[in-house]
Each structure stands twice: as structure tokens, then as C-alpha cells.
């Protein structure tokens, strides 16, 4: 498989699914970063990312949800985290994001929790 | 020397694209070893935030080296040593170090940084670095490995 992957989405007019895949570190989360980046210059601030594909995640790839997390909020927006894997989630536990971020469990969760 | 002494070294360039390189390395190397599974993801986890702490400061502004990683593990810790002759990073007694890192008030400000050398005092047991000038830094990193009972 690909080291990273990114397909995005349209969940509704308003609500951007981000598919991730692979392994979000220090070599791959520039290409997040700037994927999200180009989201919030076209308007779009609400956002669920899927991370059951994610294999892997260190301090690197956290670090860009938690900049997403008050860029989003700045922008009138927000973000919805979907699925974690067990190495996922245990880094998220580990550095306390567990109790920041909120969780869906599927795309209409997502929208739920992403409603104006 | 026992049957559960292992020891492996591994030299890769200092880019980023290495560190899958070195998290494969240290998956071979912690299946041969003692340490308990449990703690396999963790001690991968700490070691290559601080690889990339190395590959991302340790060589700003200079012609990109090396990066070595030595592991020597017994019935007693896994213990990890990270060499670079890069620009000296104090990862373990830095300033950043010192601070005690308010998590949840540093998430919330959207600060992204220290979160590696958190996750690398909170995984391990032992976070030491040296550097002399003009000699290679080293970044030691050890988990001790408790026998259950």
C-alpha cells in the first residue's frame, strides 16, 4: 500500500469527508497540513476526517488535527474525528486528544455533530 | 552474554522519508527481544519522534548527515542510543524539557510543539543526551523491562 493517502468528499453542501490512509508522521503531514490548508481557502471549515485506514500516527500528524481543531473554530467551522485505529487512539489518549476532539462513528454521526 | 541479549545497528540518511525505515527496524528488533508487547507500539512511537526531532533540527541549516541507531536490549531494558553529528539538540534537558508541558492549556492553543519529547518522557524511563563539541550527539532512550510476578 501507499505510505499516505488522502481522498477527499463531499458529506453535504457544507460538511467535507477527509479519507486518510497510511502512515501521518513527521515525513507525510505537510501533505495533510497543506490538503487542509486548501479546504479553509476554499471555504470549506467543516470537516469529518475518516482514520480507519491509518496505520500510524506519531506527534507530527496529532499536531495538524490540533492546529485543524482552532483554525476550523477561528474560521466559523469545526472538526469531527471518525473511527480510530488502536495505535491511533492510543496516541490520541496518550496526549489528552481524546477528551478535545469530537468522535463519530459514521458519516451521518459526523453530520450530526457538525451541524450549525 | 544470554540468549535474550540483542543487539542491532541502523544508518539511514537524516530525511524524513527514513522513518519508516527505522520504525521497521525497531519492530524486527523488539520481537526479538524481551520487551512485552504491550509496550512495542510505545517504545516505536518515542524512538521515532525522536529520530525526527534529530532530522528535523539537528541538521538546520547544514548539509544533511547520518543518523545512527544502536539498540541494545537485555532481560533488563530496551535501551535505544540515537547519534547524529548535526548542530547539538538538547531533546532531554532542553528548555522545552524543563517545562512541565500543561497539556490540555497547550492543545488548546493550537501550540503543536513539544508534543514528540512529551511523548518520549512519558513512554520511556530513561530520556538522556550528550554532546560534546565537535563530537557526535547522542539521544539515549530506555524502557526497562519488567518481568511479570
Not at chain 1, 492546529?67 to 487512539?89: C, F, K, W, Y
Not at chain 2, 512519558?122 to 530520556?127: H, I, L, Q, S
Amino acid at each position: 500500500m501507499k505510505e499516505f493517502e488522502i481522498n477527499l468528499e463531499q458529506l453535504s453542501p457544507d460538511v467535507t469527508l477527509i479519507h486518510i490512509a497510511g502512515w501521518l508522521d513527521a515525513h507525510t503531514f505537510e501533505y495533510m497540513e497543506q490538503t487542509i490548508n486548501n479546504l479553509f481557502d476554499e471555504g470549506k471549515v467543516r470537516l469529518a476526517v475518516e482514520l480507519s485506514d491509518v496505520e500510524y500516527i506519531s506527534s507530527a500528524g496529532a499536531g495538524v488535527f490540533i492546529g485543524t481543531l482552532s483554525a476550523s473554530h477561528e474560521r466559523g467551522g469545526d472538526i469531527v474525528l471518525m473511527n480510530p485505529t488502536e495505535p491511533v487512539q492510543e496516541v490520541f489518549d496518550m496526549l489528552g486528544l481524546s477528551q478535545v476532539f469530537k468522535f463519530a462513528a459514521s458519516p451521518q454521526e459526523a453530520l450530526k455533530a457538525l451541524k450549525k | 552474554m544470554s540468549d535474550s541479549h540483542v543487539t542491532d545497528k541502523l544508518e539511514v540518511a537524516a530525511e524524513t522519508r527514513n522513518l519508516a525505515v527505522v520504525r521497521e527496524f525497531l519492530h524486527s528488533a523488539i520481537k526479538r527481544s524481551l520487551l512485552p508487547t504491550g509496550d512495542a507500539n510505545k517504545v516505536v512511537l518515542a524512538v521515532d519522534e525522536a529520530v525526527a526531532n534529530t532530522i528535523q533540527h539537528g541538521y538546520e541549516g547544514m548539509e544533511r548527515g547520518n543518523v545512527e541507531i544502536l539498540i541494545d536490549a537485555d532481560d533488563q531494558s530496551f535501551r535505544v542510543r540515537i547519534r547524529d553529528n548535526g548542530i547539538s539538540y538538547d531533546t532531554a534537558t532542553g528548555s522545552a524539557a524543563k517545562a512541565e508541558l500543561d497539556l490540555q492549556a497547550h492543545i488548546a492553543s493550537g501550540n503543536k510543539r513539544g508534543l514528540g519529547l512529551f511523548i518520549m518522557r512519558k513512554v520511556m524511563d530513561e530520556v538522556r543526551y550528550t554532546s560534546r563539541e565537535g563530537e557526535v550527539n547522542e539521544l539515549t532512550l530506555v524502557k526497562y523491562i519488567k518481568v511479570p510476578g
